[in-house]
């Protein structure tokens, strides 16, 4: 544990104590619900689920064509076999195939123990129940095994995994209509400062509107998480650690924004220490300096800082890895790719720094990436423009026009 008071003045922490110290104070949520299978979408599994069944149930044909026994195949010559019936796919076929005999099938249908192949229809020629198979048929073709896409008691998704519109489907094929899943993150969420207003109201000088609970929102939109906004509180000691610790009771985080740093209306971090403990503040990163995580009671607390743009740094680098270890989620690594700048970026060693980038690809594939225009921690306007953040390190001086760099991409469609 690094003390907030103890923490050497002058040495900022690193993001990755920042992450190590978070990671090592959180534990995942242990409470479980079930769930009927078309609402777990983006929830985390609480057990290991296996199939009941093998996929596919039956052996069934890939193709519509003519289900026959390759016993039968004349390798010499065309041959001609007798349709004796039909499977459809929902209505097997329920007589029994004999030597010199085929049937029609039609894709997803169950073919009969005695076929051991499916001729394309498209390939053979019918005269009536006289089916004319090529010479060329080739035997064990276009059958799809029980079981040779999941077996029975196979496991199909491990506790941990954040449920995905594909393991939905998969869950859903194998018969699964329910799934035990941890109970997602109960968040609350407020912006302090005495110059914010509401959105509806007309601005006076010296106000601003409140952005930063609006991109909390969009942040904490996912269903592992239960978020609850709690509006805007003044920087008022008293009012500031009333609504700390009333939240704190029934929230296992709390996210603040504002506060944070060393202005004399900056009350969070001395508040948290007086109604729980800091952990740390200030960070090694632009932006995003100020920030403090401590705990109240069972409760994270994370103190962001007030400007927008630190709010969404903060967020992506700390917030998200804690309350995704909170929500019993596996792991996840960001997705950092290398880019080459295509314009210089300034920037003074000492501390890591997120610019807001623009990155795309290049007809040859290259990954190239330009500023999305000015970087204060207050211009929202590149915010919005930007699709990465270009994750410059500590020690970097400044980027020229063709050198590499990492990127990290907000998401993974351009
Ligand atoms: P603070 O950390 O409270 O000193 O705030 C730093 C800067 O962020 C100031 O310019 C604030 O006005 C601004 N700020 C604080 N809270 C918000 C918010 N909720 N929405 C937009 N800007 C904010
Ligand atoms: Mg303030």
């Known amino acids: 544990m690094i003390d907030a008071c103890s923490q050497d003045s002058k040495r900022l922490l690193t993001l990755q104590e920042a992450l190590d110290n978070i990671k090592t104070n959180i534990s995942a949520i242990t409470d479980t619900e079930i769930l009927p299978l078309q609402n777990a979408l983006g929830r985390v599994l609480a057990a290991d689920v296996y199939s009941p069944i093998n996929l596919p149930f039956d052996r069934n044909a890939a193709m519509d064509g003519y289900a026959y026994a390759s016993a039968d195949n004349n390798p010499e010559q065309a041959f001609t076999l007798t349709r004796v019936g039909t499977s459809w796919a929902g209505k097997p076929f329920t007589g029994q195939l004999q030597s010199g005999e085929c049937i029609r099938i039609f894709t997803g249908a169950v073919v009969p123990p ?34 040779e896409d999941i077996k029975q008691g196979e496991l199909l998704c491990k506790a941990g995994k954040k449920l995905s519109t594909f393991d939905i489907g998969l869950l859903a094929a194998v018969g699964v209509s329910e799934v035990i ?22 601005l006076e000088s010296g106000k601003i509107y409140d952005s930063n609970r ?49 202005g004399d209306a900056d009350y969070v971090k001395d508040i948290l220490a007086r109604c729980g403990s800091v952990n740390f503040w200030k960070l090694a990163i632009k932006p995003g300096k100020p920030l403090a995580y401590g705990t109240i009671g069972n409760c994270h607390f994370f103190g962001l800082p007030g400007n927008p743009v630190a709010v969404v740094v903060t967020f992506q680098q700390l917030v998200t890895p804690a ?45 190239v990436v330009t500023s999305a225009g000015r970087q204060g921690s207050h211009i929202l306007s590149s915010m919005s423009r930007s699709n990465c953040f270009i994750v410059l390190p500590a020690a970097c001086s400044g980027i020229q026009a063709g050198d590499k760099v990492v990127v990290e991409p907000f998401d993974l469609f351009l």
């Open 114 to 147: 005695e076929a051991d192949s499916v001729l394309m229809q498209e390939h053979a020629t019918a005269v009536g129940e006289n089916i004319q198979f090529p010479a060329d048929a080739k035997p064990l073709q276009n059958i799809r095994e029980a079981g």
């Open 181 to 202: 899943v941890l109970r997602p993150v109960n968040i609350a969420y407020f912006s302090t400062g005495d110059e914010l207003t509401a959105l509806g109201q007309p």
């Open 214 to 262: 609006y991109t909390l929102n969009g942040l904490l939109t996912d269903p592992a998480y239960r978020a609850s906004d709690l509006g805007v509180i003044a920087d008022d000691p008293q009012q500031l650690e009333t609504q700390f610790t009333q939240a704190a009771k029934n929230h296992d985080v709390i996210i603040s924004t504002g506060g944070a740093s060393v």
């Open 323 to 367: 309350l995704r270890k909170l929500s019993g989620a596996d792991d996840l690594k960001k997705l950092r790719l290398q880019a080459t700048a295509t314009c210089p970026l300034k920037k003074a060693p000492g501390r890591q720094e997120f610019l807001r980038g623009i990155f795309s690809q290049t007809d040859d594939g290259e990954i």
